[in-house]
């Protein structure tokens, strides 16, 4: 048994340091990016960085669409089938929007198959999002070697990890992109149920260092309740920053529209929840536990107000530092450690 002393960081924790700034207006700020990959270098992609989790509440061919708008990335849920493929791709007429999506799969050999099938009838996929709970076993690392040896001109995604060693492993077998987040999300009880997990702001800051030192990119993945999240995730050096909560709730998302006393709301739910696995998987195994909870949000209508609050935040950051494009924001980035960030004598809200 090990004890690590040093301090590890959450959002919670710090704020970021405002200094002089030659920037007039929040409108001035540049929120693109363009990025090359590692292993899949013929790929150059540009948009704002932001990415839709791939949850079946959230990662829909509607979001994809909507937020594809504001050149946003989605991660499409694993659930889709490859009829449900085959007709989104038929009846979208701007075939871009495939450079703003991700099929996703797990690591068994019938979500691997599956996608096979789907990039066969879809050549325009460029991304694959390779998710499962536990980055860390032998076998999901021989899943990506193999997945690269199949896919040399892809870009693929992997996770989820925590720590520096494993975002090295991950870039060195084969992915571009690796996924950063044990249990930092809102409907995830992984922490709870497990005791497993790690401060998402100082995975981000570890975890991007080594990738950057081997030119891989990471994604911050959980943990984001507000925009002021994100431009910390940004700031902490993350090239990418996925959220899920956020994201549901709206016209565009999944999950049931339910009415109770006259009031909407819209199921969300993890994708290790008693929910998802009920509905996905015939119910939670015998030899495992449920890890995310099932909750109902007040419905939120169209995605696109949400979408221009985050952005809007995420400008104002920049502004704040000096930073004119996004890119520079954590080059302009200091954090200070805080016991408090909000005045709440008036509530949260």
Avoid at 63 to 92: N, Q, R, S
Wanted: hydrophobic share 35%; charged share 25%; with cysteine.
């Amino acid at each position: 048994m090990i004890i690590d002393n040093e301090i590890k960081l959450d959002f919670k924790d710090v704020l970021i340091r405002p200094k002089r700034s030659n920037i007039s207006s929040r409108s001035q700020v540049d929120l693109e990016r363009e990025f090359k990959f590692k292993h899949g270098s013929s790929i150059i992609w540009k948009g704002v960085p932001i990415m839709i989790s791939n949850m079946d509440t959230t990662g829909t061919f509607e979001m994809a669409e909507a937020v594809y708008k504001h050149k946003l990335f989605t991660c499409i849920h694993k659930h889709y089938l490859v009829f449900d493929w085959k007709k989104f791709y038929k009846g979208t007429l701007d075939k871009d929007i495939f450079n703003y999506i991700a099929i996703s799969c797990g690591s068994k050999e019938e979500d691997i198959h599956k996608i096979r099938i789907i990039m066969n009838e879809i050549p325009d996929i460029k991304f694959i999002c390779v998710d499962v709970a536990n980055g860390y076993s032998e076998y999901f690392t021989s899943v990506i070697i193999k997945l690269r040896l199949e896919f040399p001109d892809k870009v693929i995604i992997a996770g989820n990890v925590v720590t520096r060693e494993m975002t090295e492993e991950l870039l060195i077998k084969g992915a571009d992109i690796v996924k950063v987040g044990i249990g930092p999300g809102s409907v995830c009880t992984t922490r709870k149920q497990t005791g497993v997990g790690y401060p998402q702001l100082s995975a981000i800051i570890e975890c991007a260092d080594a990738a950057h030192g081997l030119n891989g990119h990471i994604i911050a993945d959980g943990g984001c309740t507000n925009p002021g999240d994100f431009a910390k995730a940004f700031g902490g050096g993350a090239d990418f920053v996925m959220s899920g909560g956020i994201f549901a709730g709206h016209d565009e998302s999944g999950g049931e529209l339910i009415e109770i006393n006259g009031k909407k709301y819209k199921e969300f739910y993890g994708m290790s929840s008693k929910t998802a696995m009920d509905k996905h998987s015939g119910g939670v195994a015998n030899y495992r536990s449920s890890e995310g909870k099932r909750v109902l949000l007040t419905y939120k209508g169209s995605v696109n107000d949400t979408i221009l609050d985050i952005l809007g935040g995420i400008r104002s950051s920049c502004s704040y530092v000096g930073a004119p494009f996004l890119k520079n924001l954590s080059k302009c980035t200091t954090f200070i450690r805080v016991s408090q960030q909000l005045n709440e004598v008036y509530g949260k809200s």
